[in-house]
Protein backbone atom coordinates (compact mmCIF):
# COMPACT_ATOMS: atom_id res chain seq x y z
CA UNK A 1 0.00 0.00 0.00
CA UNK A 2 1.50 3.83 -1.02
CA UNK A 3 0.80 6.73 0.61
CA UNK A 4 0.01 9.70 -2.36
CA UNK A 5 3.58 11.24 -2.28
CA UNK A 6 1.36 14.40 -3.53
CA UNK A 7 -0.18 13.73 0.02
CA UNK A 8 2.75 13.31 2.30
CA UNK A 9 5.43 15.13 2.51
CA UNK A 10 5.17 18.89 3.01
CA UNK A 11 7.17 21.37 0.34
CA UNK A 12 7.83 19.93 -2.84
CA UNK A 13 5.94 16.98 -2.82
CA UNK A 14 7.06 14.73 -5.91
CA UNK A 15 10.64 15.57 -4.64
CA UNK A 16 10.43 11.65 -3.54
CA UNK A 17 9.45 10.61 -7.10
CA UNK A 18 12.49 13.11 -8.80
CA UNK A 19 15.02 11.45 -6.43
CA UNK A 20 13.70 8.20 -7.75
CA UNK A 21 14.46 8.86 -11.19
CA UNK A 22 18.14 9.93 -10.01
CA UNK A 23 18.80 6.20 -8.18
CA UNK A 24 16.95 4.55 -11.71
CA UNK A 25 19.57 5.99 -14.25
CA UNK A 26 22.66 5.78 -11.70
CA UNK A 27 20.79 1.78 -11.62
CA UNK A 28 20.70 1.40 -15.59
CA UNK A 29 24.18 2.95 -15.87
CA UNK A 30 25.62 0.37 -13.30
CA UNK A 31 24.03 -2.61 -15.76
CA UNK A 32 25.63 -0.61 -18.28
CA UNK A 33 28.91 -0.75 -17.24
CA UNK A 34 27.95 -4.49 -15.31
CA UNK A 35 27.28 -5.91 -19.39
CA UNK A 36 30.60 -4.06 -20.10
CA UNK A 37 32.75 -5.69 -16.86
CA UNK A 38 31.76 -9.23 -18.38
CA UNK A 39 32.86 -8.63 -21.76
CA UNK A 40 36.56 -7.92 -20.00
CA UNK A 41 36.63 -9.71 -16.66
CA UNK A 42 33.68 -12.14 -16.39
CA UNK A 43 31.68 -12.96 -13.26
CA UNK A 44 33.41 -11.43 -10.53
CA UNK A 45 32.17 -10.93 -6.95
CA UNK A 46 32.07 -7.12 -7.62
CA UNK A 47 29.52 -8.39 -10.94
CA UNK A 48 27.78 -10.68 -8.58
CA UNK A 49 26.84 -8.30 -6.15
CA UNK A 50 26.11 -5.21 -8.33
CA UNK A 51 23.94 -7.69 -10.32
CA UNK A 52 21.70 -8.99 -6.93
CA UNK A 53 21.66 -5.17 -5.58
CA UNK A 54 20.40 -4.07 -9.27
CA UNK A 55 17.84 -6.72 -9.27
CA UNK A 56 16.84 -5.71 -5.99
CA UNK A 57 16.14 -2.31 -7.09
CA UNK A 58 14.27 -2.60 -10.28
CA UNK A 59 12.18 -5.35 -9.53
CA UNK A 60 11.02 -3.63 -6.03
CA UNK A 61 11.88 0.42 -5.50
CA UNK A 62 11.23 1.03 -9.23
CA UNK A 63 7.92 -0.89 -9.61
CA UNK A 64 6.51 0.80 -6.69
CA UNK A 65 7.93 4.03 -8.07
CA UNK A 66 5.62 3.32 -11.58
CA UNK A 67 2.48 2.06 -9.43
CA UNK A 68 2.82 5.64 -7.57
CA UNK A 69 2.61 7.04 -10.44
CA UNK A 70 -0.27 5.57 -12.03
CA UNK A 71 -2.49 5.72 -8.69
CA UNK A 72 -0.99 8.99 -7.42
CA UNK A 73 0.20 11.60 -10.31
CA UNK A 74 -1.64 10.57 -13.99
CA UNK A 75 -5.09 10.45 -12.83
CA UNK A 76 -5.34 13.94 -12.12
CA UNK A 77 -3.33 14.52 -15.19
CA UNK A 78 -6.24 12.37 -16.82
CA UNK A 79 -8.87 14.63 -16.03
CA UNK A 80 -7.65 17.78 -17.67
CA UNK A 81 -8.85 18.94 -20.69
CA UNK A 82 -5.91 19.51 -22.57
CA UNK A 83 -5.55 17.15 -25.16
CA UNK A 84 -1.82 17.47 -25.56
CA UNK A 85 -1.11 16.51 -22.22
CA UNK A 86 -3.56 13.08 -22.52
CA UNK A 87 -1.41 12.25 -25.14
CA UNK A 88 1.49 12.47 -23.59
CA UNK A 89 -0.09 10.45 -19.28
CA UNK A 90 -1.23 7.66 -22.78
CA UNK A 91 2.42 7.73 -23.89
CA UNK A 92 3.87 7.49 -20.73
CA UNK A 93 1.96 4.32 -19.60
CA UNK A 94 2.47 2.61 -22.54
CA UNK A 95 5.76 3.17 -21.67
CA UNK A 96 5.64 1.51 -18.24
CA UNK A 97 4.25 -1.53 -19.80
CA UNK A 98 7.03 -1.34 -22.05
CA UNK A 99 9.11 -1.02 -19.09
CA UNK A 100 7.73 -3.41 -17.38
CA UNK A 101 8.28 -6.26 -20.51
CA UNK A 102 11.89 -5.66 -20.91
CA UNK A 103 12.44 -5.64 -17.42
CA UNK A 104 10.85 -9.14 -17.16
CA UNK A 105 13.52 -9.97 -19.89
CA UNK A 106 16.42 -8.94 -18.13
CA UNK A 107 15.66 -10.19 -14.62
CA UNK A 108 16.24 -13.95 -15.02
CA UNK A 109 19.65 -12.98 -16.34
CA UNK A 110 20.65 -11.00 -13.85
CA UNK A 111 19.55 -13.50 -11.00
CA UNK A 112 21.59 -16.34 -12.55
CA UNK A 113 24.53 -13.72 -12.69
CA UNK A 114 23.99 -13.39 -8.76
CA UNK A 115 23.35 -16.55 -7.69
CA UNK A 116 25.72 -18.55 -9.87
CA UNK A 117 22.33 -20.82 -10.93
CA UNK A 118 20.69 -20.96 -13.86
CA UNK A 119 21.48 -19.49 -17.53
CA UNK A 120 22.27 -16.32 -18.89
CA UNK A 121 23.21 -14.98 -22.04
CA UNK A 122 25.89 -11.79 -22.12
CA UNK A 123 24.53 -10.63 -26.02
CA UNK A 124 21.00 -11.20 -24.83
CA UNK A 125 22.01 -8.95 -21.66
CA UNK A 126 23.67 -6.64 -23.23
CA UNK A 127 20.83 -5.84 -26.01
CA UNK A 128 18.27 -5.84 -23.65
CA UNK A 129 19.76 -3.56 -21.11
CA UNK A 130 20.45 -0.99 -23.96
CA UNK A 131 16.67 -1.03 -24.41
CA UNK A 132 16.51 -0.73 -21.19
CA UNK A 133 18.52 2.33 -20.86
CA UNK A 134 16.94 3.84 -23.69
CA UNK A 135 13.30 3.76 -22.61
CA UNK A 136 14.35 4.62 -19.26
CA UNK A 137 16.00 8.07 -20.48
CA UNK A 138 13.05 8.78 -22.91
CA UNK A 139 10.36 8.15 -20.11
CA UNK A 140 11.95 9.92 -17.07
CA UNK A 141 12.82 12.86 -19.42
CA UNK A 142 9.26 13.14 -20.48
CA UNK A 143 8.17 13.01 -16.81
CA UNK A 144 10.49 15.20 -15.80
CA UNK A 145 9.31 17.64 -18.52
CA UNK A 146 5.75 17.34 -19.04
CA UNK A 147 4.04 15.56 -16.23
CA UNK A 148 5.80 16.63 -13.11
CA UNK A 149 5.50 20.22 -13.55
CA UNK A 150 1.88 19.50 -14.48
CA UNK A 151 0.96 17.47 -11.73
CA UNK A 152 2.70 20.20 -9.13
CA UNK A 153 0.86 23.58 -11.04
CA UNK A 154 -2.52 21.01 -10.18
CA UNK A 155 -1.38 20.61 -5.79
CA UNK A 156 -2.62 24.00 -4.27
CA UNK A 157 -5.00 26.57 -5.55
CA UNK A 158 -2.41 28.95 -5.24
CA UNK A 159 -0.16 26.73 -7.57
CA UNK A 160 -3.41 26.33 -9.80
CA UNK A 161 -3.58 30.09 -10.05
CA UNK A 162 0.33 30.24 -11.39
CA UNK A 163 -0.59 27.11 -13.82
CA UNK A 164 -0.96 29.96 -16.68
CA UNK A 165 2.68 30.69 -15.88
CA UNK A 166 4.31 27.48 -15.49
CA UNK A 167 2.45 26.63 -19.03
CA UNK A 168 4.41 29.28 -20.31
CA UNK A 169 7.36 27.73 -19.48
CA UNK A 170 6.41 23.94 -20.46
CA UNK A 171 7.78 23.03 -23.90
CA UNK A 172 6.42 23.33 -27.00
CA UNK A 173 3.92 20.83 -28.59
CA UNK A 174 5.99 20.09 -31.35
CA UNK A 175 9.31 19.59 -29.22
CA UNK A 176 7.14 16.94 -26.94
CA UNK A 177 5.90 15.43 -30.30
CA UNK A 178 9.73 15.24 -31.10
CA UNK A 179 10.91 13.63 -28.20
CA UNK A 180 7.94 11.35 -28.12
CA UNK A 181 8.84 10.26 -31.72
CA UNK A 182 12.35 9.74 -30.95
CA UNK A 183 11.47 7.41 -27.97
CA UNK A 184 9.18 5.34 -30.12
CA UNK A 185 12.18 5.31 -32.95
CA UNK A 186 15.35 4.40 -29.74
CA UNK A 187 12.85 1.50 -28.58
CA UNK A 188 12.10 0.16 -32.04
CA UNK A 189 15.91 0.18 -33.07
CA UNK A 190 16.94 -1.55 -29.59
CA UNK A 191 14.24 -4.37 -29.96
CA UNK A 192 15.65 -5.10 -33.34
CA UNK A 193 19.13 -5.58 -32.08
CA UNK A 194 17.47 -8.02 -28.70
CA UNK A 195 15.58 -9.95 -30.88
CA UNK A 196 18.64 -10.66 -32.98
CA UNK A 197 20.76 -11.47 -30.04
CA UNK A 198 18.06 -13.87 -28.66
CA UNK A 199 18.29 -15.93 -31.73
CA UNK A 200 21.49 -15.88 -31.82
CA UNK A 201 21.92 -17.29 -28.54
CA UNK A 202 19.35 -19.85 -29.31
CA UNK A 203 20.55 -20.56 -32.84
CA UNK A 204 17.53 -20.12 -34.16
CA UNK A 205 16.24 -18.40 -37.42
CA UNK A 206 14.28 -14.95 -36.22
CA UNK A 207 10.28 -14.43 -37.54
CA UNK A 208 11.08 -12.78 -40.26
CA UNK A 209 7.83 -11.39 -40.62
CA UNK A 210 7.87 -9.81 -37.43
CA UNK A 211 11.58 -8.55 -38.59
CA UNK A 212 10.02 -7.20 -42.15
CA UNK A 213 7.17 -5.34 -39.96
CA UNK A 214 9.25 -3.60 -37.57
CA UNK A 215 11.71 -2.26 -41.01
CA UNK A 216 8.29 -1.18 -42.35
CA UNK A 217 7.24 0.58 -39.55
CA UNK A 218 10.77 2.58 -39.45
CA UNK A 219 10.36 3.32 -43.30
CA UNK A 220 6.76 4.12 -42.95
CA UNK A 221 6.77 6.43 -40.08
CA UNK A 222 10.13 7.59 -39.18
CA UNK A 223 11.47 7.88 -42.27
CA UNK A 224 8.85 8.79 -44.17
CA UNK A 225 7.05 11.48 -41.53
CA UNK A 226 8.93 12.28 -38.63
CA UNK A 227 12.14 13.30 -40.97
CA UNK A 228 10.08 14.71 -43.67
CA UNK A 229 8.05 17.56 -40.29
CA UNK A 230 12.22 18.07 -39.54
CA UNK A 231 13.62 18.21 -43.03
CA UNK A 232 10.92 20.41 -44.69
CA UNK A 233 9.51 22.56 -41.58
CA UNK A 234 11.40 22.68 -38.80
CA UNK A 235 14.87 23.12 -39.88
CA UNK A 236 14.38 25.56 -42.73
CA UNK A 237 12.36 27.86 -39.71
CA UNK A 238 16.02 27.53 -38.05
CA UNK A 239 17.77 28.56 -41.33
CA UNK A 240 15.64 31.64 -41.36
CA UNK A 241 15.55 33.05 -38.18
CA UNK A 242 19.82 32.32 -37.28
CA UNK A 243 22.86 31.55 -38.95
CA UNK A 244 23.72 29.58 -36.16
CA UNK A 245 24.34 25.49 -36.26
CA UNK A 246 24.00 25.87 -40.31
CA UNK A 247 26.59 22.70 -40.49
CA UNK A 248 24.65 20.64 -38.36
CA UNK A 249 21.48 21.00 -39.97
CA UNK A 250 23.24 20.49 -43.16
CA UNK A 251 24.87 17.44 -41.79
CA UNK A 252 21.03 16.21 -40.07
CA UNK A 253 19.49 16.90 -43.70
CA UNK A 254 21.89 14.58 -45.36
CA UNK A 255 21.36 12.14 -42.47
CA UNK A 256 17.46 12.05 -43.14
CA UNK A 257 18.69 11.47 -46.71
CA UNK A 258 20.88 8.75 -46.33
CA UNK A 259 18.51 7.22 -44.06
CA UNK A 260 15.93 6.44 -46.85
CA UNK A 261 18.67 4.61 -48.64
CA UNK A 262 20.16 2.68 -45.45
CA UNK A 263 16.70 1.58 -44.86
CA UNK A 264 16.63 -0.20 -48.25
CA UNK A 265 20.00 -1.37 -48.14
CA UNK A 266 18.86 -3.03 -44.25
CA UNK A 267 15.43 -4.59 -46.32
CA UNK A 268 17.80 -5.92 -48.57
CA UNK A 269 20.23 -7.83 -46.28
CA UNK A 270 17.13 -8.83 -44.66
CA UNK A 271 16.00 -10.51 -47.60
CA UNK A 272 19.38 -12.33 -48.00
CA UNK A 273 19.43 -13.85 -45.15
CA UNK A 274 16.14 -14.73 -44.94
CA UNK A 275 16.28 -16.35 -48.76
CA UNK A 276 20.07 -17.51 -48.16
CA UNK A 277 19.79 -18.84 -44.18
CA UNK A 278 22.57 -18.70 -41.66
CA UNK A 279 25.23 -17.49 -43.72
CA UNK A 280 23.97 -14.25 -44.53
CA UNK A 281 23.24 -14.15 -40.58
CA UNK A 282 26.40 -11.97 -39.83
CA UNK A 283 25.99 -9.66 -42.52
CA UNK A 284 22.51 -8.63 -41.48
CA UNK A 285 23.12 -8.51 -37.94
CA UNK A 286 25.78 -5.84 -39.01
CA UNK A 287 24.08 -3.86 -40.97
CA UNK A 288 21.51 -3.72 -38.10
CA UNK A 289 24.03 -2.86 -36.08
CA UNK A 290 25.31 0.37 -38.12
CA UNK A 291 22.04 1.82 -38.59
CA UNK A 292 20.67 1.27 -35.29
CA UNK A 293 23.99 3.21 -33.94
CA UNK A 294 23.61 5.59 -36.73
CA UNK A 295 20.06 6.45 -36.05
CA UNK A 296 20.63 6.62 -31.92
CA UNK A 297 23.32 9.52 -32.71
CA UNK A 298 21.07 11.10 -35.41
CA UNK A 299 18.42 11.74 -32.72
CA UNK A 300 20.90 12.65 -29.72
CA UNK A 301 22.24 15.09 -31.99
CA UNK A 302 18.77 16.88 -32.71
CA UNK A 303 17.98 16.83 -28.57
CA UNK A 304 21.32 17.95 -27.32
CA UNK A 305 22.05 20.81 -30.05
CA UNK A 306 18.87 21.44 -32.57
CA UNK A 307 15.43 21.21 -29.60
CA UNK A 308 17.27 23.93 -27.80
CA UNK A 309 18.44 26.27 -30.46
CA UNK A 310 14.70 26.20 -31.37
CA UNK A 311 13.50 26.55 -28.22
CA UNK A 312 15.72 30.10 -28.59
CA UNK A 313 15.11 31.22 -31.81
CA UNK A 314 11.79 30.12 -32.91
CA UNK A 315 8.60 32.65 -32.65
CA UNK A 316 5.14 32.54 -31.81
CA UNK A 317 4.46 32.83 -35.34
CA UNK A 318 7.12 29.63 -36.02
CA UNK A 319 5.84 27.75 -33.21
CA UNK A 320 2.13 27.92 -34.05
CA UNK A 321 2.60 26.52 -37.65
CA UNK A 322 5.12 23.88 -36.89
CA UNK A 323 2.52 22.40 -33.77
CA UNK A 324 0.14 22.05 -35.96
CA UNK A 325 1.90 20.62 -38.71
CA UNK A 326 3.36 18.26 -35.91
CA UNK A 327 0.06 17.63 -34.07
CA UNK A 328 -0.90 15.10 -37.74
CA UNK A 329 0.49 12.01 -38.97
CA UNK A 330 0.91 10.87 -35.18
CA UNK A 331 3.43 7.54 -34.28
CA UNK A 332 0.99 4.78 -33.53
CA UNK A 333 3.78 3.59 -30.85
CA UNK A 334 3.56 7.19 -28.88
CA UNK A 335 0.72 6.02 -27.82
CA UNK A 336 -1.75 7.34 -30.22
CA UNK A 337 -4.64 5.47 -31.93
CA UNK A 338 -3.51 4.81 -36.09
CA UNK A 339 -5.35 6.88 -38.61
CA UNK A 340 -7.73 4.53 -40.33
CA UNK A 341 -5.62 3.85 -43.26
CA UNK A 342 -2.67 2.14 -40.41
CA UNK A 343 -5.64 0.88 -38.36
CA UNK A 344 -4.97 -2.89 -39.47
CA UNK A 345 -1.48 -2.58 -40.41
CA UNK A 346 -0.19 -1.47 -36.46
CA UNK A 347 -2.37 -4.03 -34.84
CA UNK A 348 -0.47 -6.26 -37.05
CA UNK A 349 3.27 -5.21 -36.12
CA UNK A 350 1.77 -4.98 -32.39
CA UNK A 351 0.23 -8.61 -32.64
CA UNK A 352 3.83 -10.03 -34.48
CA UNK A 353 7.02 -7.90 -33.15
CA UNK A 354 7.95 -9.01 -29.73
CA UNK A 355 8.03 -7.94 -26.20
CA UNK A 356 8.45 -4.68 -25.12
CA UNK A 357 7.14 -2.97 -27.79
CA UNK A 358 4.73 -5.78 -29.25
CA UNK A 359 2.60 -8.77 -27.84
CA UNK A 360 4.67 -11.24 -30.12
CA UNK A 361 6.32 -13.72 -28.80
CA UNK A 362 10.35 -13.50 -28.89
CA UNK A 363 10.33 -17.35 -30.32
FE1 LIG B 1 6.92 6.59 -15.02
FE1 LIG C 1 8.87 8.11 -13.10
FE1 LIG D 1 16.03 13.73 -37.71
FE1 LIG E 1 14.23 13.52 -35.21
Known sequence: MHRSPLETAAGDALAPLDACHRRTLAAVAELRALAAAIGYAGITPAVRATAASVVQFLSATARAHHEDEER??????????DPALLDTVRCLRQQHGWLEEIWREIEPHLTAIATDRG???????????????????????????????????????????????????????TLRIIREEHGALSAMLSSI????????QRGSLPDFTALRAMLFYLDEFPEQRHHRKESELLFPKLRARTPQSRELLDR???????????????????????????????????AAQRYVEFYLAHIR??????????ERVLSDADWAEL???????RDPFTGHAPEAPYEALFSRIVNLVPAPLGLGAAD
Do not use: K
Request: include cysteine; glycine fraction near 2%.
Open 72 to 81: HVFPALLASD
Open 119 to 173: AWDIDVLSAAIEVLSDLYRDHIALEESIAYPEARARRTPAARARRTETRMTTPRA
Open 193 to 200: LLLLAQHR
Open 252 to 286: LDAEHARGECAIRELEHALLAFEMLGAPRRAAFEQ
Open 301 to 310: LEEQEILPLA
Open 323 to 329: DAAFATN
